[in-house]
């Protein structure tokens, strides 16, 4: 491979690196740092992208309704975990396993909602930064994995300064590490996760305004990024925010190697098979605690 | 001092950078009532993990009746005869009181069926929880948790039994109960290691206490003279 | 007034059926899956046709019963619905379901039990099977018959190198390797080959491979998600001025809710199709005006030129057999459907040995003048600019790619 | 013993059935559901009873189907040895990603089970040799004698084999390994404290489980004379192996089998009579009202209202 190809291959590995990191970020927090199996997270995302949709029609930019959809969405949320805490965290055993289902469940409620709704067609938005590229010389990036790229970079700089600077922030990692000591602080553990969740939901909202730039979505585009974005959260180190971003780098600068080298049959394969590898050598993760 | 029944030899445990235990060494003979105390974070329970199995030591050994156990898996100590109870108690909670002295019965002494339901009904009325026997185990008070717990232990027939603070939350008199059961134990010869905060339980039940502080020992001896060590007084009051 | 006439027909001629058992009709369609957008407008124009024969008397004088399952776009469910519907409802006559991964399963079936089966666009299924009651409605044969139109409209212009796209799947793999042997032929040489997996996000990087690559034709075998992202791929990226032909296996870009979104960025672009306006058959331009009106009610593609008119011609072939034949024995229906031409919306048909279109004829279009945001412009002549086959030429290609892409 | 004269019931009547004049499409749809008895069974016993909560269900059986078709194409191996054989591999499969994962923490076992399904997958859509992405339309050989057609006898095959998973899973569910699994299930530090070798159980049953994913696979390629990779590494398995045993009950063998036949049979309903995007629902909100309002399945339920003793087995 010519240098000039393997610079490219990165390049567009990293745009793609970016796009999985924003797709992934809003798991991160709910799996990574509050260990809910939110197998439903890639089906709310789209759901996302669908809201983003309908405000397009309205002449809305894409990112600017993802952002409006942010406070929507983590009403959403705080009502999911609300719902999903009574009827299973607050139950104690096996809150795990039962989770996982209903999470399952949730998914394909909200699948069928969006085909009942809008059909089985594609969907797509319109902006000005969709179909343009930005030209260096000879070199030329789609506009729209760029405007993915700041997506995620804004995502995970203002989770991880939010995480770490501002009291619920610091208040939602010390729930993820030890819950009775932040009981002894006078917090609420669930009333904080409650929060958490929404936030996680919250930019799952962007993501899914995010993921309609990026391409075509239609109703059962949820199943394709259940496995991606779960690797890239595990991959991190559960509840990481910088080892998100990282993580996605890895898969999509690996993926695009992969894909000049190899062939892009074997992408995927490469991309589970290093989660793998990862998992039996480093089980906390690339960057977990 | 009688062979030793259990020895540490210079063990060492991190966690990322920070140093749970450092160079620990002590031993514990054999039929000895020892108390092993040190403030929140002193490394206690990691000390005992080491020693269960629970975590592995990085360094340094751990030897249990003249055999280098610190490689083993934890179910392979409770074989050779270490049982543990734990800080918050872990019942397996879908089972009934009677099965989950079963498990260790059947895992640990080998015991076909019927000879581990009577032999667990045999150690439930020595630690007065024979009418609770079917009881789901999820639905006991805090005070019988803490002697399922114990009853579990027992069932596993150990030579030496760490009492990971068997006794936090209880009321006097339920402290007393749960004290008396350990000194009927080691009357039958089971060596026992207890990890208390009740600081008066520990002086009452124990020959021996070695206290630890941030990863290290910091005296050793009576109760008598450790309640009367400076070093202790000040991990303690944090002066 | 037209309407009221219309359901006093209906009832009148229900009246008059009433008195036989129905002549059911069985078909397994995928209304959900990825196969789901192109199965609800296939139905729909099915649907159509009962409508349509029952007006004119039904089947030998039975009204006709159309009896249709969602399969799901899986493979595991049509063996169920097929035995299903012979069985249980005791149809008939059976239609193939939308596609070939789904109608594979059901070969083996149809082939033990004598039956006709009618194919619905489904490509090269009965390869294996050999099955001599098998009748494909779709308008090409093998993989030559698909790919033989880009390559020689390349090939006229002077075309010398080839870079194939294709997706993991079943039909695109297919397709391309038959394309490959064809290129081979005609001494195309390869410069690039990728086959890209499912889901795949992004093509930026495979078409800047292209344009490294300097083909002077590339061969697109995608499925409809894939074919809308390397459409916009290639419109930001660029494919390099050497490039004269690109598309032809692009499934999608003949569904309408794909060609209004995509709008512009289709221009330049060649590909196949299976009926475009300007294509005349007798009877089509009434069934599309139909078709419109219903769709709009059931909220499929709203122009149908794909799969829909070749579904109402499955009907037209039945209903001629059963009408020349005077029977619903399979055997018989078959022998006849060998043995001659139908007349249908969609021209005369005719089958070869093997059940595929005796005269294939897959209509190679270019697009060009094709505005944003603009669902009827796509009902006039001049938007799919036909290059192949001769008899339905209504143009010459523009090239290289990326002028015809500019507009002209 | 009931238990043994249930099994044989079953077996009898699946042949007595095969051999009678009834209906084609009942075997066709009921060697679906049977297939799904084998599946939830399977997956019930590393899921349900040590909580280890595997989304691979789809690689096991996908392997299962492709061992099958290696088989049958290179040596025209008969079915009984087809089954054996994919059984085989799958278990190995298990085996292998047990090894590898089942010393993490269960969610990340989960993960990496998801994995596992886009490697296999992966790998079969590059392997030429058995149709790669464009999938092989198989031929089916003549059927033995007393059957009438394939179907049949892939209907027998497959009560057979379930029969053969429920008395594995139950087996296992009474034995000391049951109680192991259990007691992992609800500590698993606590078990491997009072002597429960935890990692060689759940090894153990990881290898069961998918060797008997494997099984069910392995006659999937004959019942639909075809192969391709998407369809044989469906989502779909891993959800209804997964929701089956949830809506049954996972603590007892009979759960799954309430579920696969519950949910199977109203999967087959539903596909024959609304025909539409509702029969995704159908899982959807089963799943969703059963874990949130019946957590231990319908067998939970029946045990509520007293309509089972507490502890029948």
Same mark, same amino acid.
């Given at each position: ?50 809201? &983003? ?150 930019? &799952? ?85 | ?16 950078? $920070? ?221 | ?285 009434? $069934? ?121 | ?313």
């Amino acid at each position: 491979m010519s240098f000039e190809l393997l610079l490219e291959a990165i390049v567009f590995g990293v745009l793609l690196g970016c796009f999985y990191a924003a797709v992934s970020i809003g798991l991160s927090v709910a799996f990574g740092l509050l260990d809910v199996p939110h197998v439903a997270h890639p089906a709310i995302m789209v759901l996302g992208s669908y809201c &983003t949709y309908v405000l397009g029609r309205y002449g809305w930019d894409p990112i600017v309704a993802g952002i409006a959809l942010m406070p929507l969405f983590f009403l959403l949320g705080v009502a999911i975990y609300r719902f999903y805490y009574e009827s299973f965290e607050k139950r104690g055993s096996d809150a795990g396993v039962r989770g996982l289902a209903f999470f399952f469940g949730l998914a394909f409620i909200i699948e069928v909602g969006l085909i009942l709704v809008f059909g089985v067609d594609q969907r797509m938005v319109e902006a000005a930064y969709i179909g343009r590229s930005l030209a260096l010389g000879e070199f030329r990036i789609p506009w729209r994995m760029v405007v993915a790229f700041g997506v995620a970079l804004a995502l995970t700089a203002g989770l991880t300064i939010y995480l770490s600077r501002t009291f619920t922030g610091r208040a939602i990692k010390a729930v993820a590490q030890d819950e009775p000591a932040l009981r002894l602080m006078g917090a609420n553990p669930v009333r904080i996760k409650q929060w958490a969740f929404g936030i996680a939901t919250g930019v &799952t909202a962007l993501a899914g305004a995010m993921l309609i730039v990026v391409g075509p979505v239609e109703p059962s585009l949820d199943r394709v990024y259940i496995g991606r974005t779960f690797a890239v959260v595990v991959l991190a180190g559960l509840g990481s925010m910088t080892g998100t971003l990282a993580a996605g780098l890895i898969l999509g600068i690996s993926e695009s190697i992969v894909l000049m080298q190899f062939g892009a049959s074997w992408a995927p394969a490469v991309a589970f098979g290093l989660l793998l590898v990862a998992l039996g050598i480093r089980p906390q993760g690339l960057f977990g605690r | 001092m009688a062979a030793a029944l259990l020895q540490v030899k210079s063990v060492s445990k991190h966690f990322g950078g $920070f140093a749970a235990l450092s160079e620990v060494s002590l031993e514990v003979a054999e039929g000895e009532r020892f108390g092993l105390i040190g403030p929140n974070g002193s490394g206690k329970t990691t000390l005992i993990n080491c020693v269960s199995g629970a975590l592995r030591n990085e360094a340094g050994s751990i030897v249990f009746r003249g055999e280098e156990i610190s490689r083993l898996a934890a179910y392979q100590r409770t074989r050779r005869g270490i049982a543990r109870s734990f800080q918050i108690p872990r019942p397996f909670h879908s089972m009934s009181v009677l099965e989950n002295l079963v498990v260790p019965l059947g895992y640990v002494v080998g015991l076909n069926d019927t000879d581990a339901h009577a032999e667990a009904v045999r150690i439930l009325k020595t630690i007065g929880l024979a009418d609770k026997a079917q009881t789901p185990s999820n639905r006991l008070s805090q005070v019988e948790l803490r002697k399922l717990e114990l009853a579990r232990a027992m069932a596993a027939r150990p030579r030496l039994l760490i009492s990971d603070e068997a006794m936090a939350g209880l009321a006097g008199n339920e402290v007393d109960e749960v004290l008396k059961i350990l000194f009927d134990l080691n009357a039958t010869g089971i060596t026992i290691i207890m990890i208390e905060h009740i600081m008066q339980a520990v002086m009452r039940f124990s020959q021996r206490v070695i206290c630890l502080d941030a990863g290290r020992i910091i005296c050793e001896g009576t109760p008598a003279g450790i309640v009367k060590n400076p070093d202790v007084q000040r991990a303690y009051l944090g002066a | 007034m037209r309407f009221v006439s219309f359901i006093l027909g209906l009832a009148f001629s229900a009246l008059a059926l009433a008195q036989s058992a129905p002549v059911k009709i069985g078909i397994g369609i995928a209304q959900t899956g990825t196969l789901g957008g192109g199965g609800k407008a296939a139905l729909l124009a099915l649907q159509m046709w009962v409508e349509d024969v029952n007006g004119r008397g039904g089947l030998l004088g039975r009204k006709v019963e159309l009896l249709a399952y969602d399969d799901q776009s899986n493979p595991a469910t049509t063996p169920g619905i097929y035995t299903k519907l012979l069985d249980v409802d005791k149809v008939d006559l059976l239609i193939a379901p939308y596609g070939t991964v789904p109608t594979a399963p059901i070969m083996p079936l149809v082939k033990q039990r004598g039956l006709l089966l009618m194919g619905n666009f489904s490509f090269q299924v009965n390869h294996t099977v050999k099955h001599d009651m098998w009748f494909n409605n779709a308008p090409w044969g093998d993989a030559t018959s698909w790919t033989e139109g880009f390559l020689r409209i390349g090939q006229n212009i002077g075309a010398q190198t080839i870079a194939f796209i294709a997706a993991d799947q079943e039909f695109a793999q297919n397709l391309a390797n038959g394309a490959k042997e064809i290129a081979k032929k005609s001494g195309l040489k390869t410069v690039y080959e990728q086959n890209y997996p499912p889901a795949t996000v992004d093509f930026s990087a495979m078409i800047r491979a292209i344009r490294a690559a300097k083909p002077d034709m590339v061969f697109v075998c995608s499925y409809p998600n894939d074919s809308v992202a390397i459409v916009r791929a290639v419109n930001e990226i660029g494919v390099g001025s050497q490039v004269q032909l690109f598309g032809g296996g692009m499934v999608g870009l003949q569904f309408t809710p794909i060609m209004s979104s995509l709008g512009s960025l289709l221009n330049g672009i060649t590909n196949y199709n299976s009926y475009v306006p300007g294509m005349k058959y007798p009877g089509i331009e009434d $069934f599309l005006q139909r078709y419109a009106k219903k769709a709009a009610e059931a909220k499929v593609d709203p122009l149908g030129f794909y799969l829909p008119p070749f579904n109402y011609a499955i009907g037209q072939i039945l209903e001629q057999a059963v009408a020349a034949t005077k029977s619903l024995d399979q055997k018989l229906l078959a022998k006849h459907l060998h043995g001659h031409e139908f007349n249908t919306i969609v021209g005369p048909i005719s089958w070869g040995p093997d059940g595929e279109r005796a005269r294939p004829a897959v209509p190679m279009i270019q697009f060009r003048n094709v505005a944003d945001k603009n669902v009827e412009q796509f009902r006039q002549i001049g938007k799919q600019v036909i290059l192949h086959p001769p008899q339905f030429k209504s143009g010459d290609p523009v090239v290289p790619y990326e002028k015809a892409r500019g507009g002209n | 013993m009931k238990f043994w004269i249930g099994m044989a019931v079953t077996v009898a009547l699946a042949a007595g059935l095969a051999l009678s004049r009834t209906n084609e499409y009942f075997f066709y749809a009921g060697f679906v559901v049977l297939q799904f008895v084998v599946l939830a069974t399977a997956w019930n016993i590393l899921g349900g009873y040590a909580g280890y909560v595997n989304f691979g269900t789809a690689a096991f059986f996908g392997i299962g189907a492709y061992t099958a078709v290696v088989l049958f194409k290179a040596a025209g191996a008969p079915l009984a040895l087809q089954i054996l054989a994919a059984a085989v591999i799958s278990g190995l499969l298990g085996f292998g990603t047990g090894l590898l994962t089942l010393r993490l923490r269960g969610i990340f076992f989960s993960i990496a089970t998801v994995a596992v399904i886009f490697i296999m997958e992966t790998a079969m859509v590059n392997w030429r040799y058995v149709g790669g992405a464009t999938g092989m339309q198989l031929l089916r050989p003549p059927v033995m004698e007393p059957f009438e057609s394939y179907t049949r006898m892939l209907f027998v095959t497959m009560a057979i084999l379930a029969v053969i998973a429920v008395s594995i899973a139950r087996y296992i569910e009474v034995s000391w390994i049951g109680r192991g699994l259990r007691a992992i299930r609800d500590s698993e530090e606590a078990a491997e404290c009072f002597g429960v070798p935890t990692l060689q159980l759940k090894l153990f049953a990881c290898t069961v489980s998918g060797a008997l994913m494997g099984a069910a696979g392995a006659a999937m390629p004959m019942y639909m004379s075809f192969i391709e990779p998407p369809s044989s590494f469906s989502l779909t398995y891993s959800v209804s192996a997964l929701a089956m045993p949830m809506i049954g009950g996972t603590s007892h063998w009979l759960g799954p089998v309430i579920g696969a036949v519950l949910l199977g049979s109203v999967q087959q309903i539903v596909t024959v009579t609304i025909s539409n995007e509702i029969n995704v629902l159908v899982v959807g909100v089963l799943l969703v009202v059963f874990v949130v309002a019946a957590p231990d399945g319908i067998l939970g339920l029946l045990k509520k209202l007293r309509w089972l003793p507490r502890s029948s087995r």
